[in-house]
């Protein structure tokens, strides 16, 4: 394991002058911009592969319209982003509307409160286009609307963004482990996602998933979450040939943290094995709330 394989999740928020913590994630925070920039600051010195950007905005609304704006909270921070560290580690940014829409779902609804898969789609083609031009190297549809990479690719490449990357998130299972995330970006969602995200008991959707991902464009696939889909993660480094990546999510962060404040388990060794357990099974880069705790130790 070296540090350039570990992404770290950022969380920017819109309107602090100080950070707030998460409180489900110990340890993780909700950044101001000017935090943000620092975090982003030691991410490249640490020689981390890259930080993944969410931004959490004042303002929710249906349509998640502060998504579009270019001076919104993430658009913001992704310039913040690119001014402090240039290409000295790849700024990436989450492609998705669950942190802007006030029902909290990925996607705008149709009438009967359905996710509009086709509407979303064009949403995101725009919100590609905003993040490229504000300097994402890469960015990261995470909604899994059918068809979101083909879309977002050919919105990059129509505004002359072809260099942009896509780390597509290929199989996102439904899942129980988001939990502490939603805390993180004030997440309004009611329900679940089980209409536009995989089945927990269904593997072999995930390859199919992977490889369409693959024909549509995707430079990096990524299964999620990663612990309780070891499996998963190893079939699809078998089925593709571009980098696999894997999301150590919130839950799987905040059981370790938890069961370690308590003093029953060893946090180091825990997180250690985690890490290394997804590795192993074939994700070649791990998005982990850890990455720069790893890499410090890496580094001595
Ligand atoms: C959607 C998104 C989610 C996460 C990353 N991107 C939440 C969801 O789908 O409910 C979860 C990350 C984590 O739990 O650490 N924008």
């Given at each position: 394991?070296?540090?350039?394989?570990?992404?770290?999740?950022?969380?920017?928020?819109?309107?602090?002058?100080?950070?707030?913590?998460?409180?489900?994630?110990?340890?993780?925070?909700?950044?101001?911009?000017?935090?943000?920039?620092?975090?982003?600051?030691?991410?490249?010195?640490?020689?981390?592969?890259?930080?993944?950007?969410?931004?959490?905005?004042?303002?929710?609304?249906?349509?998640?319209?502060?998504?579009?704006?270019?001076?919104?909270?993430?658009?913001?921070?992704?310039?913040?982003?690119?001014?402090?560290?240039?290409?000295?580690?790849?700024?990436?940014?989450?492609?998705?509307?669950?942190?802007?829409?006030?029902?909290?779902?990925?996607?705008?609804?149709?009438?009967?409160?359905?996710?509009?898969?086709?509407?979303?789609?064009?949403?995101?083609?725009?919100?590609?286009?905003?993040?490229?031009?504000?300097?994402?190297?890469?960015?990261?549809?995470?909604?899994?609307?059918?068809?979101?990479?083909?879309?977002?690719?050919?919105?990059?490449?129509?505004?002359?963004?072809?260099?942009?990357?896509?780390?597509?998130?290929?199989?996102?299972?439904?899942?129980?482990?988001?939990?502490?995330?939603?805390?993180?970006?004030?997440?309004?969602?009611?329900?679940?996602?089980?209409?536009?995200?995989?089945?927990?008991?269904?593997g072999?959707?995930a390859v199919?998933?992977?490889?369409?991902?693959?024909?549509?464009?995707?430079?990096?696939?990524?299964?999620?979450?990663?612990?309780?889909?070891?499996d998963v993660?190893a079939r699809v480094r078998d089925a593709?040939?571009?980098?696999?990546?894997?999301?150590?999510?919130?839950?799987?962060?905040?059981?370790?943290?938890?069961?370690?404040?308590?003093?029953?388990?060893?946090?180091?060794?825990?997180?250690?094995?985690?890490?290394?357990?997804?590795?192993?099974?074939?994700?070649?880069?791990?998005?982990?709330?850890?990455?720069?705790?790893?890499?410090?130790?890496?580094?001595?």
């Open positions: 394991m070296s540090p350039g394989q570990l992404v770290l999740p950022l969380f920017v928020a819109e309107g602090l002058s100080e950070p707030r913590p998460v409180a489900s994630m110990p340890g993780v925070v909700q950044h101001s911009r000017e935090s943000l920039r620092k975090a982003v600051s030691e991410a490249a010195s640490l020689g981390l592969g890259g930080v993944m950007l969410f931004g959490i905005p004042e303002h929710k609304d249906a349509t998640g319209t502060q998504a579009l704006d270019p001076d919104g909270i993430l658009n913001a921070a992704i310039a913040d982003a690119r001014a402090e560290v240039g290409d000295d580690i790849l700024v990436m940014s989450d492609l998705c509307l669950d942190e802007f829409t006030d029902h909290g779902h990925c996607g705008v609804l149709d009438d009967s409160g359905a996710v509009d898969n086709d509407a979303t789609l064009e949403i995101y083609a725009q919100m590609a286009q905003i993040h490229a031009a504000s300097g994402a190297h890469f960015v990261g549809p995470s909604g899994m609307m059918d068809g979101q990479v083909a879309r977002v690719r050919l919105a990059l490449d129509e505004s002359g963004r072809s260099n942009v990357g896509i780390l597509a998130y290929a199989a996102k299972y439904a899942s129980s482990f988001y939990g502490p995330f939603r805390d993180a970006v004030n997440s309004s969602l009611v329900g679940d996602r089980r209409t536009y995200q995989q089945d927990p008991a269904n072999r959707e199919r998933e992977a490889l369409l991902d693959v024909a549509e464009g995707a430079d990096i696939v990524m299964v999620k979450p990663a612990l309780g889909f070891l993660i593709v040939d571009i980098p696999v990546a894997a999301y150590n999510v919130s839950g799987e962060y905040s059981m370790i943290e938890a069961a370690a404040e308590r003093g029953w388990i060893d946090r180091q060794s825990a997180i250690e094995e985690s890490v290394i357990s997804i590795r192993r099974a074939g994700a070649d880069i791990v998005l982990t709330y850890w990455a720069a705790e790893l890499a410090h130790q890496l580094r001595n």
